[in-house]
């Protein structure tokens, strides 16, 4: 057990919706991190947070959003889905939010889109 | 920019017999490299990680993995593996001075009775 934990575990819906992904870090680190995972595209990095402040951002499509709250939990927003949009989401926490960190990762939501 | 390339998807080996992951990387600035592994239906866990100093680094579960600045890789192995490694292996990179983790597209090791 990481520490990291997220929910929903599982998620289904219909393309054209809107979810919200959910990740509370390990106690003690200020930095969440959130990776899509599928198999076509593999681990792909699209944001991160430290300590309530966008840090870096990678391969985050627009109709995507996060943000990290006061209590460092963060949430992911997914907006007009699209088939393709179906994967497991990894949240991920770590203390510095630097290049060195070690990354604490949770169990993952599965969504599928229909 | 960084980039990470891991050559191998899938890695068969039969139990007990020694392994290696290749991983190899470029960026034009320090780096910083770790080895994750991801066991079926569960997130991933770091096994080991290299900042500086020793170029052999010892990690969980009897990995380890050598920096090779020249080659710009970073191999992770094992000597004698169990049926309890059977996972998906992924090396990642960051360069000094940034925040992003680069991941490469991970290794299948199956190992087999």
């Known amino acids: 057990d990481s520490g990291v934990t997220q929910t929903p575990k599982h998620l289904i819906t219909a393309t054209g919706q809107r979810v919200t992904l959910r990740c509370s870090p390990r106690?003690?680190?200020?930095?969440v991190y959130w990776y899509q995972q599928s198999l076509d595209q593999g681990l792909q990095f699209l944001i991160q947070y430290y300590n309530g402040e966008e840090r870096a951002k990678g391969n985050i499509l627009e109709r995507f959003s996060a943000q990290q709250f006061p209590d460092l939990h963060s949430e992911l927003n997914l907006s007009s889905l699209e088939l393709g949009d179906s994967a497991l989401y990894f949240c991920?926490?770590?203390?510095?939010?630097?290049?060195?960190?070690?990354?604490?990762f949770g169990p993952g939501t599965r969504l599928t889109v229909l | 920019a960084q980039s990470v390339t891991q050559l191998d998807s899938q890695v068969p080996v039969f139990e007990e017999a020694p392994v290696e992951l290749r991983c190899n990387y470029s960026s034009s600035v320090s780096v910083y490299l770790f080895w994750y592994v991801q066991y079926p239906n569960q997130g991933l866990q770091l096994l080991l990680k290299y900042l500086s100093g020793s170029t052999l680094v010892k990690g969980i579960n009897g990995f380890e993995a050598e920096f090779n600045k020249s080659q710009t890789s970073f191999h992770l192995r094992k000597p004698s593996v169990h049926i309890s490694d059977t996972a998906e292996y992924f090396c990642?990179?960051?360069?000094?001075?940034?925040?992003?983790?680069?991941f490469g597209t991970g290794t299948r090791l199956k190992v087999l009775a």
């Open positions: 991920a926490s770590g203390k510095t939010g630097g290049g060195t960190d070690t990354q604490y």
């Open positions: 106690s003690g680190d200020l930095s």
């Open positions: 990642a990179v960051s360069a000094s001075g940034t925040y992003k983790y680069i």
